[in-house]
């Protein structure tokens, strides 16, 4: 690889890390180019961009991002998920793709700028999508207004209730 492949490739990944919400890096050792080929199809499908990146290449791309901290720790075969679309998207990813070959190894989660532990994986990967956090943000707008649409509905209804029951006591009485 020449001097211009690599500025090319430095570029490239510290433009997606630039704008990425999260980013986990995982060791991939042992792993088949076929199950290579599905993470990244996978990784395409979820709005992730997954990149094997020579390591000395990777520290210099992330320099100046909120990934920088994980500079130290890149160290290995790594392979490096960047999120795009939502933060939790790139440990879902590695997380699920984990579970089936266990020769992914998660090594590093970063978020805004904090270096986190593998064992954080599961708990980004748990974040709610954009689609799902504004679903449960209308949830708890929403409920107020429908307790108190059922409260005004109970007074018309107890009302109902309570000329059903003198009727019926009428009608037993007569």
Request: proline content about 3%.
């Amino acid at each position: 690889m020449n001097l211009e492949d690599k500025k090319a490739i430095v570029s490239e990944v510290a433009a997606v890390a630039a704008s990425a919400h999260s980013a986990v890096a995982a060791e991939y050792r042992g792993l088949s180019v076929g199950e290579m080929t599905e993470l990244r199809k996978k990784a395409r499908e979820s709005g992730v961009y997954l990149r094997v990146v020579k390591n000395s290449l990777a520290r210099r791309a992330v320099e100046g991002t909120d990934f920088q901290c994980m500079q130290e720790g890149m160290v290995g075969p790594l392979v490096l998920a960047f999120s795009q679309e939502d933060p939790g998207a790139a440990a879902r990813l590695v997380k699920d793709f984990a579970k089936s070959h266990a020769k992914l190894e998660c090594k590093m989660v970063s978020v805004g700028g904090q270096l986190l532990g593998p064992g954080e994986l599961d708990r980004l990967a748990s974040m709610p999508t954009h689609d799902q956090a504004i679903s449960l943000l209308m949830a708890v707008m929403k409920a107020p207004l429908d307790k108190f649409a059922r409260t005004l509905n109970e007074v018309p209804g107890k009302f109902v209730r309570t000329v059903a029951a003198i009727r019926d006591q009428k009608q037993a009485s007569a």
